[in-house]
């Protein structure tokens, strides 16, 4: 039969202190873990942050995935559309058809002011 020593007082001091030791580094290691998950570089906020981005982005695409339908439609209409030609036709270039009347409208030049006769 083996008979083990007794260490004595000391011992079981140094073993109390390595262990509230491998406590407080573990604690700390903990904290310093939660700390990176949510401050760090890749962490919760930043994680936060960025899928705010990207629905405000998500946003963006949809309004102009709309406005190039838009553009498309007009487009297909500008090369397909004789009634679209002939409209802008009259607005933008002043074509007039065959029998149409045209008043032109000169704008007053004076600065609202009655003309008084010089004598």
Request: charged share 30%.
């Amino acid at each position: 039969m083996l008979i083990k020593q007794n260490r004595g007082r000391h011992w079981l001091d140094w073993q109390r202190r390595m262990a509230i030791t491998g406590q407080a580094v573990g604690i700390g290691a903990c904290l310093w873990l939660i700390v990176a998950l949510i401050f760090g570089e890749m962490g919760l906020l930043r994680y936060l942050a960025m899928r705010d981005h990207a629905e405000r982005l998500e946003g963006e695409l949809s309004a102009l995935r709309e406005e190039t339908g838009a553009l498309e439609k007009d487009i297909s209409r500008l090369q397909h559309d004789p009634e679209k030609i002939e409209q802008l036709a009259r607005e933008r270039l002043g074509y007039v058809r065959k029998g149409d009347t045209v008043y032109q409208l000169n704008p007053d030049h004076t600065d609202g002011r009655e003309h008084s006769e010089k004598p």
